[in-house]
Every structure is written in structure tokens, then in C-alpha cells.
T-cell receptor, first 120, second 113 residues
Framework: GAGVSQSPSNKVTEKGKDVELRCDPI?????LYWYRQSLGQGLEFLIY????????KSGLPSDRFSAERTGGSVSTLTIQRTQQEDSAVYLC??????????????????FGAGTRLSVL | AQKITQTQPGMFVQEKEAVTLDCTYD???????LFWYKQPSSGEMIFLIY??????QNATEGRYSLNFQKARKSANLVISASQLGDSAMYFC??????????FGSGTKLNVKP
């Protein structure tokens, strides 16, 4: 696609429900990132995929959070038993990936518009 | 661990003037990258400019330039000839050796007419 696509753009859910957020990266981008941004705050790293594997899951806040990526393309972030503190904008980004010194431009991240999650 | 510090929560600049947004970082990596992103009120994150740790010249992209001082671990963004459309949040980020990115808390820039 032309850019990173995220769906839904807005999600309102009740506390305790599960939610699934989707990210469709730019075609050909092997690296995919999930971030969380609370109101007025910076970006909090959640997880990073290179292809279908996730070398770094250290940012996932709890075991209620999980993510997968299939076919080296679409990724889903799942939050189980949502809590009010999960309310935030969830941003997805993709990049070409690859060695920094070979071509730094490959690490430029392009972001989607985000999913605004509200847990009531 | 990596760390990005942006000490200016908010700044004002007069239209057509230049402005510098500060960013300092802390890393033990020898190879890293520094990035600046703009986030308008619409919420999208827009890539502006990057600097590699081994780049000897400061990066420039149109009205944006990066004042990279490696010994001081600073990577300040300079916006020349500010425009009203430059009003936004600006985030500095560092990429480490493991492809992980760390973002600062951001600086809110307001351009006055």
C-alpha cells in the first residue's frame, strides 16, 4: 500500500473485554514496530518485528498484551481483559530494515495514523 | 540503556525566524542513528531528518538541519524560516544496535504570526 494502514482508527471497549488492533505496513517493509502514546506523552516502545519474528518483546506492559505478524506483512496487537490504563493511541510503524551502516535510510520509520483505544 | 532527553516542553517562535529544538542522548553503542519526527495536532508522525553516528557532516533536509555534536551527545533540530504549519510536537529518537527506537518526551512548538 501507499502508507502504513491501521484499523480501527477508534475503538471504544468495556473494561475486561479483549481488543485486536491491526497494522498493515508499507509493502516490502520487513521491520514493523508497535508503540503506545498516552495523552500528551512521548512514544512507548512495545514490540518490534523483523519479518515474522519478534526479537524484542521487552516493551509489552504485561502478559495481557501479545502481538503477531504473519506472512511478513500484517500484524495484530491483542490486548486481553482490557483495563482503563490501556487507554491510549497505539501507533504502528514500518521500515525497510537492514543494517544501519549499509544504508541508514532503511531504518526510517513510517507511521500509521494510529488506533485510539478508550477503555470505559 | 538508551535515553533521549528533550528539555523544552514548549517553545514559541516568530514566523520566519529560525528555532532550535534541543535533544541530548545517552548511549554506549558505537553505531546508532538519531531521528526527528513531527507530530501535528492530527496525530500522525512525520519523519523529518536523520543522522548516523558515523556521519561527519550535519544532516540537512530543506528547512531542517541537525546540529550533531557527538562528543556532547546532542542532536539539536534547527528549523529555518519558521512557518505557521510548523506548529506541532517534535520528537527526537535514537535507534540502537538492535533496531530498537527510544523517543524523547517531545517539544511543543508554537509559531506565532
Amino acid at each position: 500500500g501507499a502508507g502504513v494502514s491501521q484499523s480501527p482508527s477508534n475503538k471504544v471497549t468495556e473494561k475486561g473485554k479483549d481488543v485486536e488492533l491491526r497494522c498493515d505496513p508499507i509493502s516490502g517493509h520487513t521491520a514493523l514496530y508497535w508503540y503506545r502514546q498516552s495523552l500528551g506523552q512521548g512514544l512507548e516502545f512495545l514490540i518490534y518485528f523483523q519479518g515474522n519474528s519478534a526479537p524484542d518483546k521487552s516493551g509489552l506492559p504485561s502478559d495481557r498484551f501479545s502481538a503477531e505478524r504473519t506472512g511478513g506483512s500484517v500484524s495484530t496487537l491483542t490486548i486481553q481483559r482490557t483495563q482503563q490504563e490501556d487507554s491510549a493511541v497505539y501507533l504502528c510503524a514500518s521500515s525497510l530494515g537492514g543494517g544501519w551502516r549499509v544504508n541508514p535510510a532503511k531504518n526510517i520509520q513510517y507511521f500509521g495514523a494510529g488506533t485510539r483505544l478508550s477503555v470505559l | 540503556a538508551q535515553k533521549i532527553t528533550q528539555t523544552q516542553p514548549g517553545m514559541f517562535v516568530q514566523e520566519k525566524e529560525a528555532v532550535t529544538l534541543d535533544c541530548t542522548y545517552d548511549t554506549s553503542d558505537q553505531s546508532y542513528g538519531l531521528f526527528w519526527y513531527k507530530q501535528p495536532s492530527s496525530g500522525e508522525m512525520i519523519f523529518l531528518i536523520y543522522q548516523g553516528s558515523y556521519d561527519e557532516q550535519n544532516a540537512t533536509e530543506g528547512r531542517y538541519s541537525l546540529n550533531f555534536q557527538k562528543a556532547r551527545k546532542s542532536a539539536n533540530l534547527v528549523i529555518s524560516a519558521s512557518q505557521l504549519g510548523d506548529s506541532a510536537m517534535y520528537f527526537c529518537a535514537i535507534r540502537d544496535n538492535f533496531n530498537k527506537f527510544y523517543f524523547g518526551s517531545g517539544t511543543k512548538l508554537n509559531v506565532k504570526p
